[in-house]
């Protein structure tokens, strides 16, 4: 018998690896404290491809880039939103992200010239230069909020490959406006 003949030894899949929470609300108080760091340690300590709760929730981690692509490219179909993303489409509507199957599928192909190679790579020295203003406003030492910092610099980035803006102005206020 060839090695590609040879019978399954199990039909079942092995275990996906997770936490074993030692409280019913699985991983919900280190997801409130620190979600970053608590996705951070899933990884780490429990693999590519890791199963955890949070409440009453399970969740699946996907930490390789072939699992990622597995999901959200191969077997696109075999998987739909979660409920989270169906309640916020009441409140965003249909778009490319909560929406799914055919329409989803429209979106996509509509967006997909702006995310090709050629079109990325034309705005490559705007966003250097962006980056370069940002970086030399930074000072040794000095301790930044990082989540308002990389929203100052997004906003920079999107107004300028957008709108063709050079937003030297106040993005503080700038980002007052749009939210």
Known sequence: MTPAATPCVSAQPAPIPGPRSSFPGGELWRMRRDPLGTLLWLGRDHGDLVRYRVGWSEFYL??????????????????????GLRIAARLLGDGLLTSEGTLHDRQRQFLQPAFQCAAVSRHCGAVAECCDR??????????????????????????????????????????????
């Open 62 to 83: 996907l930490n390789h880039p072939d699992y990622v692509e597995e999901v959200l490219a191969t077997r696109s179909r075999s998987f739909t939103k979660g409920q």
């Open 134 to 179: 940002w970086a030399q406003r930074l000072q040794d030492g000095a301790t930044i909020d990082v989540g308002t910092e990389m929203t100052r610099l997004t906003l920079s980035i999107a107004a300028r490959v957008l709108f063709g803006e050079d937003t030297r102005c106040d993005a503080a206020s700038a980002e007052r406006r749009i939210s």
